[in-house]
């Protein structure tokens, strides 16, 4: 079992900065792949962001490349995701996630039985 708690998250005004922080515990954090999903009111939850279990490889979607960028600590068993340049558009309760070992294997199990998530936690951006 792993489990994530996410912190930092809150309110900003547009063109803002925030950075979610994932702190996981049990199994061994640095085998795991990581990531990050968001889910607005009465929309889907949606790809965010992942990266691979040593930190070598991550993968943005086109909606927050150039603004957001994820990266971990496998010392501090954490996973983070920085985000400049805020918009409106960005709020939404954040879920960190982890499955597998490569961003391919995380993409492909995380919404699974293999997926382990956080309780998500809130971003709003007020324009």
């Known amino acids: 079992q792993v489990q994530l708690v996410e912190s930092g998250g809150g309110w900003v005004q547009a063109g803002g900065s925030l950075r979610l922080s994932c702190a996981a515990s049990?199994?061994?954090?640095?085998?795991?792949?990581m990531g990050w999903f968001r889910q607005a009111p009465g929309k889907e939850r949606e790809f965010v962001a992942a990266?691979?279990?040593?930190?070598?490889?991550?993968y943005h979607a086109d909606s927050v490349k150039g603004r957001f960028t994820i990266s971990r600590d496998n010392a501090k068993n954490t996973v983070y995701l920085q985000m400049n340049s805020l918009k409106p558009e960005d709020t939404a309760v954040y879920y960190c996630?982890?499955?597998?070992?490569?961003?391919?294997?995380?993409?492909?199990?995380?919404?699974?039985?293999?997926?382990?998530w956080g309780q998500g936690i809130q971003v709003t951006v007020s324009s």
């Open positions: 049990g199994r061994t954090f640095s085998s795991y792949a």
């Open positions: 990266i691979n279990w040593n930190g070598d490889s991550t």
């Open positions: 996630a982890a499955a597998g070992r490569r961003i391919a294997d995380f993409m492909r199990s995380v919404q699974g039985a293999e997926g382990y």
